[in-house]
């Protein structure tokens, strides 16, 4: 299939997997889940159907948790398996239900206590946090549906358990920064006091407390809510290695002990970084991926090139010669490849999310090393069948966000080659390096759509036209003070013969005497 752009052999859908290839994936982990929550909200739940000796009970609260639980690993598995990704990350979504459950159960056991007090909404705060937005929706479903055994199937628990979970989401959606959702507080506890008026009058609530109570308690809920989901984020961000987006926004400041350590030991590889920071973002920003991610993980991608900067062209200067002279191809490429894992071992060594890390050996993905390997092939060094020992080791790009910043590393550095850039040749190299990119199987795994290739390809030559505009010739200094001269001598007025020998008597200092006259 081809375009009109000159792209071609990427799907408009992206590569689809089957139901069973996504259950593969999940793992037999995920599986056991659901299951054993079940088995521990069932038993959390059983005395509310009369104790567990009632084994009809038991059994119904067994099996409606079951389907509840399921229901629930399919959404997840079905439709976010890409943020998902691991197993631990399914602790992380099943362990806020039970802590919810828990936490209700203990609140209903004093019957005068009204279920305002129950924090409903933590669980969909955190994994909005944690996760995104609409993932944290289908959670609000399922911990909703969970509430309806636990208060005998009434109507006003279970509809005030969603109402608080999604006012929850929509309270801390898009924030960036942790004490923003300390903010949400006063947002959360206003809406959770003013459901508590409704639900006074309509006379839902359970336990007989005054309307000014329960307004109290509801504030209260969505206060301890908030601050729940505060306290356990950095617990399930270390244990489970989640990389949220506070994680991500402290790893953009430029003052981070890697960027420095690379702007000092090699500054033309940490300015090509931000170059590529510069055209990720504004191609993530085009086709509505993770920009902020993007723009981090330029900022890493090449952090392995301070071990050996001075064997990666960008560091080594105008006039000076190539390390890479003196030896082999082949050994040129192996140097070439270790900045992949030196800076995996790098970021490993500092701790840098396995989100940042995936940017390291992804941004090179499988391609071929094309200068060293065609120098191996014009000295009859190697042959065709060798092309395996010139290829980086991979992976290919396995999000938007990886590729953006595969292509944008390519882009950056072939630009730099370009003697009279123009508005065609910015376009036509462009494309190329898209085309090439597709072609070679780079983009394979990578979600990007045809259109989202035309679409990063538009935004690189829109930046790239801006970087290489037209500037106007500035004059020399010698130019300009020839100029000055001139425009002095011109501007001088202009004296008669009789002011000029005054003024030359001047200059000799001779004093003219008066002329006698016939009186004196």
């Given at each position: 299939?081809?375009?009109?752009?000159?792209?071609?052999?990427?799907?408009?859908?992206?590569?689809?997997?089957?139901?069973?290839?996504?259950?593969?994936?999940?793992?037999?982990?995920?599986?056991?889940?659901?299951?054993?929550?079940?088995?521990?909200?069932?038993?959390?739940?059983?005395?509310?159907?009369?104790?567990?000796?009632?084994?009809?009970?038991?059994?119904?609260?067994?099996?409606?948790?079951?389907?509840?639980?399921?229901?629930?690993?399919?959404?997840?598995?079905?439709?976010?398996?890409?943020?998902?990704?691991?197993?631990?990350?399914?602790?992380?979504?099943?362990?806020?239900?039970?802590?919810?459950?828990?936490?209700?159960?203990?609140?209903?056991?004093?019957?005068?206590?009204?279920?305002?007090?129950?924090?409903?909404?933590?669980?969909a705060i955190l994994l909005t946090l944690l996760f995104r937005t609409d993932l944290a929706v289908g959670f609000s479903f399922a911990a909703a549906a969970l509430m309806a055994p636990l208060y005998g199937f009434e109507a006003g628990p279970v509809i005030l358990c969603m109402a608080a979970q999604l006012l929850g989401i929509f309270a801390v959606r898009g924030t960036r920064k942790r004490i923003h959702v300390m903010w949400a507080c006063p947002a959360l506890a206003g809406m959770n006091a003013i459901l508590a008026v409704p639900y006074h009058f309509l006379g839902l609530s359970a336990a007989s407390a005054s309307l000014g109570t329960e307004i109290i308690y509801g504030a209260g809920s969505g206060i301890l809510a908030a601050i729940l989901a505060?306290?356990?984020?950095?617990?399930?961000?270390?244990?489970?290695?989640?990389?949220?987006?506070?994680?991500?926004?402290?790893?953009?400041?430029?003052?981070?002990?890697?960027?420095?350590?690379?702007?000092?030991?090699?500054?033309?590889?940490?300015?090509?970084?931000?170059?590529?920071?510069?055209?990720?973002?504004?191609?993530?920003?085009?086709?509505?991926?993770?920009?902020?991610?993007?723009?981090?993980?330029?900022?890493?991608?090449?952090?392995?090139?301070?071990?050996?900067?001075?064997?990666?062209?960008?560091?080594?200067?105008?006039?000076?010669?190539?390390?890479?002279?003196?030896?082999?191809?082949?050994?040129?490429?192996?140097?070439?490849?270790?900045?992949?894992?030196?800076?995996?071992?790098?970021?490993?060594?500092?701790?840098?999310?396995?989100?940042?890390?995936?940017?390291?050996?992804?941004?090179?993905?499988?391609?071929?090393?094309?200068?060293?390997?065609?120098?191996?092939?014009?000295?009859?060094?190697?042959?065709?069948?060798?092309?395996?020992?010139?290829?980086?080791?991979?992976?290919?790009?396995?999000?938007?966000?990886?590729?953006?910043?595969?292509?944008?590393?390519?882009?950056?550095?072939?630009?730099?080659?370009?003697?009279?850039?123009?508005?065609?040749?910015?376009?036509?190299?462009?494309?190329?390096?898209?085309?090439?990119?597709?072609?070679?199987?780079?983009?394979?795994?990578?979600?990007?759509?045809?259109?989202?290739?035309?679409?990063?390809?538009?935004?690189?030559?829109?930046?790239?036209?801006?970087?290489?505009?037209?500037?106007?010739?500035?004059?020399?200094?010698?130019?300009?003070?020839?100029?000055?001269?001139?425009?002095?001598?011109?501007?001088?007025?202009?004296?008669?013969?009789?002011?000029?020998?005054?003024?030359?008597?001047?200059?000799?200092?001779?004093?003219?005497?008066?002329?006698?006259?016939?009186?004196?």
């Open positions: 299939m081809a375009t009109s752009n000159g792209l071609a052999g990427v799907s408009r859908r992206g590569p689809l997997r089957t139901g069973t290839e996504r259950l593969k994936e999940a793992g037999l982990g995920g599986i056991m889940i659901p299951l054993v929550s079940t088995a521990i909200l069932s038993a959390l739940l059983g005395p509310v159907f009369g104790g567990l000796d009632a084994a009809d009970s038991l059994t119904g609260t067994l099996l409606y948790v079951l389907a509840i639980h399921v229901s629930l690993y399919l959404y997840l598995t079905y439709f976010h398996l890409g943020t998902v990704k691991k197993r631990s990350h399914l602790a992380s979504i099943h362990v806020p239900l039970v802590l919810l459950v828990a936490l209700a159960g203990a609140f209903k056991l004093d019957s005068n206590l009204t279920y305002f007090l129950v924090p409903f909404a933590f669980g505060v306290g356990l984020l950095p617990i399930l961000e270390s244990v489970l290695d989640i990389t949220t987006v506070f994680k991500i926004q402290e790893l953009a400041d430029l003052d981070h002990p890697l960027l420095r350590n690379l702007f000092l030991r090699a500054p033309g590889t940490y300015q090509h970084s931000m170059a590529v920071s510069n055209l990720a973002v504004t191609a993530a920003e085009a086709i509505g991926a993770d920009w902020l991610l993007c723009r981090v993980g330029a900022y890493f991608h090449d952090i392995g090139k301070a071990e050996r900067p001075e064997y990666f062209a960008e560091n080594q200067g105008y006039g000076r010669r190539s390390r890479h002279e003196n030896l082999k191809p082949s050994l040129s490429a192996s140097v070439i490849k270790s900045h992949v894992t030196q800076g995996l071992k790098i970021a490993k060594d500092h701790r840098l999310p396995s989100a940042i890390c995936d940017f390291i050996p992804q941004h090179h993905g499988t391609s071929v090393i094309r200068f060293f390997y065609g120098k191996a092939l014009d000295t009859r060094q190697v042959g065709p069948e060798s092309k395996g020992e010139f290829r980086h080791s991979g992976p290919k790009p396995q999000s938007k966000e990886t590729a953006i910043v595969m292509l944008s590393d390519s882009v950056e550095a072939v630009s730099r080659t370009l003697e009279k850039p123009s508005p065609s040749t910015v376009e036509e190299t462009v494309r190329e390096i898209v085309r090439e990119r597709m072609l070679d199987g780079d983009l394979d795994e990578s979600n990007l759509t045809l259109r989202d290739l035309n679409t990063i390809a538009e935004s690189f030559i829109k930046v790239l036209n801006g970087v290489f505009h037209a500037r106007p010739e500035y004059p020399k200094v010698e130019e300009i003070q020839a100029a000055e001269k001139e425009v002095t001598s011109e501007s001088r007025p202009r004296r008669n013969g009789s002011e000029k020998k005054k003024v030359k008597g001047k200059r000799k200092g001779r004093a003219r005497k008066p002329r006698k006259t016939a009186t004196g």
